[in-house]
């Protein structure tokens, strides 16, 4: 019978069914893949915000081809994220400058797009804002940046082992990320602040 | 090759006003008027004038794609040109007032300005050229001859003044056929006033607001910037005995220049701003400031060669920046989608507002 | 083609209203045409990041975001009016509805209220009658096709730059590391051998359209009534009249706002239209020059 599962990460509680999440969803306790605290708990707080991912016109899935193409790197040339005024009010994000997304994975940097067409979530008579991702970029090619999937878990679905990109959550702020040992205690820090343990979000 | 109008982190704006794609905003005026119409405009157009009221600031309200320059921006060189426009006008105007010192027994005023006119039209010559994207072809501008392009006008010109300069000055310098000498010295003063004032048609033919608006004076004022120059290079390098003509025609050019350009300026409205700020507004603030006191030292220092050399420097100084300035001025003008867009949007009203009344 | 064996004229009709800003016509010119690569900036233009026309870029996708409807169009992410400053009402998810997209508008619509549109236009050089930089080009360089096109020739130019300060729409520029000008040439090397330009051909939705000048204004006339009638009032052509500053475009366009919101000029006028002035202002100012000179000789001794 068809039915609604919240996302691994996600701020609400399932408004459908009483079954937060898949319960046959395959997970991997991982030093390197830490869940989000579930919504109705303390940490929850800490990554207040839904990332969405999608692609652009311009680019091909991971990039691995059009990210080496000069005519098509010079269109989408940089890795941005999408936010909508009021977050960037919020999160003091400037329009065409960078901001840093965490999540309990990884810290990436993207720049900044501010525009109308990110609205704010309404649900369970709460506000939550978006931040919208295109996944096109990695580390090498004509055009380079940070892979938004670093921000993903790995929870797969059970019959195709597809991993759960498309929707989590996450915190914003800006400016460009730290380098080397101050990433990882930036994302150790957020860790701690929303009480992640091996054993978080590995509930139903 | 980097985009100059935008690179990214220069292109942070904060929060709210930065939607993507809204209307270029320039003050916080126009931000509160912004606000108000958005809740209840639809026509899409920015409500600066309704038909029949009275004409406002015109830089009041303009729209534009991201702030963006309309035109593409001037890719001369302030030196180049610059220097082209200067060095033109100078040996335009030392040609006639060589040939007026010729014809009037004065070889002490006629052979520097000689010299000056053969010097600076070389030079003209070398900017030009150095300024094109491929200066090997630049023979290239004598493959037609177009009188839609004063470049080739100009290019044609020099051919002939050029040549008729250069002998002025070579049969003055080397005492060899005087009478050639005295005829290819009419001959460049005859020509030299074109050579002086072509210019102006030159920068004008653009689609730069503070030059094309200015087409009517900008001849005047170059033409006179380059009688204070010539004028200056006489006072600098002949006698006080001889330099008389000189020195009114220094002093003429110099008065004349300041009056017609700051004439100009004032009636070009909105597109005469940037002669008055910025880099074009230091110029021609201190280009205006040099004219005048070489003028000013140019009548006191009559009987002064210090005195009338030091004014003829500061005319020459002042003649340069003039050039420089104005220069400078469309530079600022196209850089900024206001002075394209503001004028044309009010011409634009006015036509449809007449044709409805018609 | 024309009475005298003549091919008539051609020219683009963009039709912006149904571009979707899939940035095929830029690719697919720079292709055809072995443009190099403009730069990689990130501009935070919307999804431009292309900018502007210039000589690296000959089709140019202009992306402008506004708070406006567009007819009857419900997008289903506007922010209700409130103005500047206040914080807009969020989308209200609630539960699955069972209408129509667009059905529902308005405050209490699941939209939430508010008006979006997303403008997206594909620009390129206008290919004027009469055009600005072939007349003030001093060695001839750009000049108009049997097909009544302007195109550059790349052997002549010198690179002095005349042509970019004197375009009205800010088309053509100089490429710096090659010191010469370079502009659309409306595909001239597939003209002649009878295939349509690279960037019609790559639309997908035939937002270029290519063809017979005058075939494609009575297209566009056509195609502003049916936008007008269906409630899309902003609707315009511009270029297109015959009339106008550059004497009609060769490449015209159906904009959905005023064209300085897509960074065209208002009022395009060719600047050779007051050249003849100019000229007799210059003789003037000669003549005062001459004149001036001559009194100051006339007459004294010192």
Redesign the interface.
Known sequence: MPTHYEPQDTPFTNPLYGHQRNPTRLLFQHELNRYHPAPDTPGAGVYPYVVTTYRLTEHFTAGGMSRWTPYLSELQPEFFCEVGPELAAERKLEHGGWATVVTARNAVEARVLVTDRMRPLRVQGRSVHQIGMPYHWGPNGYSTGDSANELASMALDPNVHIQEVKALTADIRPGRRPRGRERVALVEEYRRRAGVTERTGTED | MTNPEHTGEGAAVSGRDAITGAAGVVSEEQRARRGEREGGQRSGRRGGRRRGEPTRVPDADFRSYHGRPVLNQIVWEARDIGGYLFLGGLAGASSVLAAGAEVTGRPGLARPLKYTALAAISGSTAALIHDLGRPERFLNMLRVFKPTSPMSVGSWLLMGYGPLAGAAAVTAATGWFPRTGTAATIGAGALGPLVATYTAPLICDTAVPSWHEGYREMPFVFASSAAAAAGGVGLLASPTAQSGPARRVAVGGALTEVAVSSFMEHRMGLVGEPYGQGRAGALTRAAKALTLGGAAGAVLGRRSRALSALSGAALVAGSALTRLGVFQAGVQSAADPKYTVVPQRQRLEERQHSEERA | MAADGQPSRKGFFTDTSVCI???AC??AC??WNQV???????????????????A?TWRHV????????LGHQDPG???P?????D???????GMPSFDLPGQRTGEDGGS?GGD?R??MSSDVCKHCTSA?CL???????LFRTEFDTVVVQED???????C??????????????????WKCTLCYDRLGDGLEPACAKACPTDSIQFGDLDELRERAERRVEDLQEAGV??ARLYGEDPGNGVDGAGAFFLLL??P?????????VV??R??P???R??????????A??????AG?R?
């Not at chain 3, 002549?156 to 005349?162: A, E, P, S």
């Not at chain 3, 001036?292 to 000789?297: L, N, R, T, Y």
């Open positions: 800003g899939c940035k830029e690719v720079k292709e190099p690569e403009d730069g990689l900036d990130f501009l935070a233009s919307s999804f431009d990041n292309s900018g502007r026309l210039s690296d202009a992306f402008i975001e506004q708070r406006q409807p992410v506007g922010r009016e409130g103005g500047a400053g914080a807009p009402g969020p989308v209200d998810l939430g979006f997303w403008l600005a007349d003030v080009c001093p060695t001839g360089a002549i130019c010198n690179g002095c730059g005349y970019v300060p004197a375009c009205p729409y800010g088309v053509i520029d100089r490429r710096e590391v090659d010191g010469r000008a009032s902003s706002d005023e300085e919101v897509y960074g065209l000029p208002p009022d395009p600047t050779t007051d050249l002035s100019m000229w202002h210059a003789g003037a100012a000669a003549v005062v020059l001459l001036g000179a001559a009194a100051a000789f004294r010192s």
